[in-house]
T-cell receptor, first 115, second 111 residues
Framework: DAMVIQNPRYQVTQFGKPVTLSCSQT?????MYWYQQKSSQAPKLLFH???????NEADTPDNFQSRRPNTSFCFLDIRSPGLGDAAMYLC??????????????FGAGTRLSVL | DAKTTQPTSMDCAEGRAANLPCNHS???????VYWYRQIHSQGPQYIIH???NNETNEMASLIITEDRKSSTLILPHATLRDTAVYYC????????????FGTGTRLKVLA
């Protein structure tokens, strides 16, 4: 049974048209992460929520925003997608972020295409 | 920053053991090493983690050198379904703790 669920699996949007990707979890984990993965590259962390606390990576563009309305759900909003934002977007969760043993559980990802 | 170094690609014959090395010479004393794999167009899948001792689970074994500067993931009997990119990961602290992904090893299991 999927524990980290991302919808949709494939998303097509137009250049400049806002798009929202969603992630839900059944693990009741405190931390939720969003990664961007471009073709043939490793995942790159965009930001994460520790409970309600938002932690942005220094090099994440302002075009990317996130919301976490409750423990189970987290959204990635791309305000004005550019062609360079076409990528796989991965959501992950973990119980904690401080503990040395910190296993992250990933969803299947949403592949975003920008036309 | 702690980081990992892995070979770009490896081939392994089906049924044979696949040994995937990773160098993490700057790992901090209390940080774990994590291994994940990513099959094409899917999210990374957790395999195993370790601190100092060797570890084994139903998927793989993890051998960590005594100085903790390197480790080897062992798939004892590789199958075609094990073809994937394997990531060796350590954490780093930069305002908060986060996974540092290396470039990964693309393992191809050959029939």
């Amino acid at each position: 049974d999927a524990m980290v669920i991302q919808n949709p699996r494939y998303q097509v949007t137009q250049f400049g048209k806002p798009v929202t990707l969603s992630c839900s979890q059944t693990l009741n984990h405190n931390v939720m992460y969003w990664y961007q993965q471009k073709s043939s590259q490793a995942p790159k962390l965009l930001f994460h929520y520790y409970d309600k606390d938002f932690n942005n990576e220094a090099d994440t563009p302002d075009n990317f925003q996130s919301r976490r309305p409750n423990t189970s759900f987290c959204f990635l909003d791309i305000r004005s997608p550019g062609l360079g934002d076409a990528a796989m977007y991965l959501c992950a969760t973990s119980r904690d972020v401080i503990l040395a043993k910190n296993i992250q559980y990933f969803g299947a990802g949403t592949r975003l295409s920008v036309l | 920053d702690a980081k990992t170094t892995q070979p770009t690609s490896m081939d392994c014959a089906e049924g044979r053991a696949a040994n995937l090395p990773c160098n993490h010479s700057t790992i901090s004393g209390n940080e774990y090493v994590y291994w994940y794999r990513q099959i094409h167009s899917q999210g990374p899948q957790y395999i195993i983690h370790g601190l100092k001792n060797n570890e084994t689970n139903e998927m793989a074994s993890l051998i960590i050198t005594e100085d903790r500067k390197s480790s080897t993931l062992i798939l004892p009997h590789a199958t075609l379904r094990d073809t994937a990119v394997y990531y060796c990961i350590v954490r780093a602290y930069s305002g908060t703790y986060k996974y540092i992904f290396g470039t990964g090893t693309r393992l191809k299991v050959l029939a």
